[in-house]
């Protein structure tokens, strides 16, 4: 099992709706959550980071954590052509700082 | 000007070279790291460093060496290098505070042939 798993897409939705992308990881003692964007042969970018269950909420980004359930979502609300990337998630153990990053979900915002 | 820079930003090399490459930061971190980017396998760790002395193995360390020259620098060498170590390499540096936020730098495209 993958510590941090995927689903690689891709993940096709029309512009203005909403995408929903997922992850699920298996250390429980992961305390870090992030999200990452990046453009096709470019560096990865943070765009989220949430630490505690529920939703966090920037800009038209949401990230929701379900330590329970093991699960980290990403929300992109009236999604733009220009979204269109590959979502890395990553976690991290509390006080540790290795990060464990996931093999990403493609996004493609269809105009 | 970018806080975490790369150079070369492209190599193309032959088998049995070595090769190095280099990372600078201005953003004052303690911690380095080095990862490789290969389709499909994402984004594995090589090296990483919490300080100028404190040097640790990533998960897929061998044919690596790294040296952290100073706060700002931290270098990845491949000693002898090989076809598969074709790949995307990319540095990061993360926040000294709990949260491990990383920043990554604009990458290295190193092709062995």
């Known amino acids: 099992q993958k510590e941090v798993e995927q689903n690689s897409g891709p993940l096709s939705v029309p512009e203005g709706a909403i995408a929903s992308l997922n992850c699920t990881y298996s250390?429980?003692?992961?305390?870090?959550f992030f999200w990452y964007r990046q453009y096709s042969g470019k560096s990865p970018e943070l765009i989220m980071s949430i630490y505690s269950n529920g939703d966090k909420e920037d800009g038209r980004f949401t990230a929701q954590l379900n330590k329970a359930s093991q699960y980290v979502s990403l929300l992109i609300r009236d999604s733009q052509p220009s979204d269109s990337a590959t979502y890395l998630c990553?976690?991290?153990?509390?006080?540790?700082?290795?990060?464990?990053f996931g093999t990403g979900t493609k996004l493609q915002v269809i105009p | 000007d970018a806080d975490v820079t790369q150079t070369p930003r492209n190599r193309i090399t032959k088998t049995g070279k070595r090769i190095m490459l280099e990372c600078s930061q201005t953003k004052g971190h303690d911690r380095m790291y080095w990862y490789r980017q290969d389709p499909g396998l994402g984004l594995r760790l090589i090296y990483y460093?919490?300080?100028?002395?404190?040097?640790n193995k990533g998960e897929i360390s061998d044919g690596y060496s790294v040296s952290r020259q100073a706060q700002a620098k931290f270098s990845l060498s491949l000693e002898s290098a090989i076809p598969n170590q074709t790949a995307l390499y990319f540095c990061?540096?993360?926040?000294?505070?709990?949260?491990?936020?990383?920043?990554f730098g604009p990458g290295t495209r190193l092709t062995v042939l």
């Open positions: 250390d429980r003692g992961s305390q870090s």
């Open positions: 990061a540096t993360s926040t000294p505070d709990r949260r491990g936020e990383q920043f």
């Open positions: 460093s919490f300080d100028v002395k404190d040097i």
């Open positions: 990553a976690t991290r153990r509390g006080g540790y700082q290795k990060v464990t």
